[in-house]
């Protein structure tokens, strides 16, 4: 192995949890350095399911080690699930996921390439972006019989998924067995020679080593990234769950969304989220080198700058100093037009849109979460009368200003 593969793969190695296999990996890199004047790129995928409109930091951890392989001079080949999403992935699920409409599919994938441009780079020469579509819509039965013949039930059922809902008697339908085998397709369809996933799509990667043997092809790497922890600290991070940040957040919100982060989950998101090197990671999480809030203001700062720019970083960093370290108001807050008439309080949350529904309004005020003017409610009943300019607030970085109106 030359040096410059050993730094290739030693960049590559960071923040993974297995790589199937090592030895592999670094073969391809050096043949590919060794044929440097054909200039072949290493094909290096990822597949999304459209299976919701919106990316977060969780999904950006796989996203940015494909742009590490990208900037290695690799071509990415992001694979949008169009076809596969209409079966659902079962995934650590424990029961059958629903199956979406196209109509769903649609509008959820017109939001992936646009979220993805914020990691990826999207030029010609660096990204091709397939609909799995183009070639699993054409398969006939006979060619879903010959692909479903590559592999056995005994195999399938070695899925954690698959075992763990068969012991508690739960269904698994047939059709989830056609999940991995298609993914596995796509291998084969786009040739690739790297594939990426998170941990929980060990076995379905795996799956698409094996269809590529059966098809003559020589089989991918996986390279398999650990989930990402959510802002709850126990859950990974999800969107259903609501412990995460979105890569279209505003920079105010995603920023004090790091700052909630506990303190021993700092390595993690350094190590995950930023391209900071390692001794800079360990200095920065040893608070006996470096204070806890010091380390997560730049931690909030750095995450925000690559997803808008520093200016906006350090904007976030003042607003949120004013906001919970001075106790002061955002300079921002925006306006809900309101009549004079009595409102309950929780009523009043939800007309300033601070809350979803009802019961989530009772909730935050039974809890101490929301306030006006200063002033925790406790009561989810009591009678408002609102004013001009009262500042409703809820949790620690929503607030609503009341603006009354003559209706």
Known sequence: M????AEQMQLLK???VEIFTEDELARKLTARRRRAKTKRQLRIKLGLDPTSPDIHLGHTVVLRKMRQFQDLGHKAVLIIGDYTARIGDPTGQNTTR???????????????????????????????????????AKLSLMDVIQLAAKKTVAQMLQRDTFKNRLQADIDVYTHEFLYPLMQGYDSFIIKSDV??????????????????RA??????????????????????????????????????DMFGKVMSISDDMM????????????????????????????????????????????????????????????????????EVEISAEPIMASKLLLACKLVSTGGEAKRMIKQGGAGI??????????????KDAMIIRVGKRNFAKLKLTSF
């Open 2 to 5: 030359t040096q410059k593969v």
């Open 14 to 16: 960071r923040g993974t």
């Open 98 to 136: 629903p199956i979406l409409s196209p109509e769903q599919i649609e509008q959820n994938a017109k939001t992936y390439f646009e979220q993805a441009g914020k990691i990826l780079n999207t030029s010609e020469e660096k990204l091709e972006v397939r609909y799995n579509s183009e070639w699993l």
């Open 195 to 212: 594939e990426l996933g998170g941990t929980d799509q060990t076995f379905n990667n795996l799956v698409g080593r094996d269809i590529q």
């Open 215 to 252: 098809y003559g092809q020589e089989p991918q790497i996986v390279i398999t990234m650990p989930i990402l922890v959510g802002l709850d600290g126990k859950e990974k991070m999800s969107k259903s769950k609501d412990n995460y940040i979105g890569v279209t957040d505003e920079p105010n």
């Open 267 to 334: 390595e993690n998101y350094f190590t995950l989220l930023t391209d900071l090197p390692r001794e800079k990671i360990a200095e920065l999480v040893d608070p006996d080198r470096t204070h806890p809030k010091e380390a997560k203001v730049l931690l909030g700062t750095t995450i925000v700058a690559q997803f808008y720019d520093e200016a906006a970083a350090d904007l976030a960093a003042a607003e949120f100093d004013k906001v919970f370290a001075q106790k002061q108001l955002p300079d921002e807050i925006p």
């Open 373 to 386: 003017d200063g002033q925790k409610l406790t009561d989810p009943n009591a009678e408002i009368i609102p």
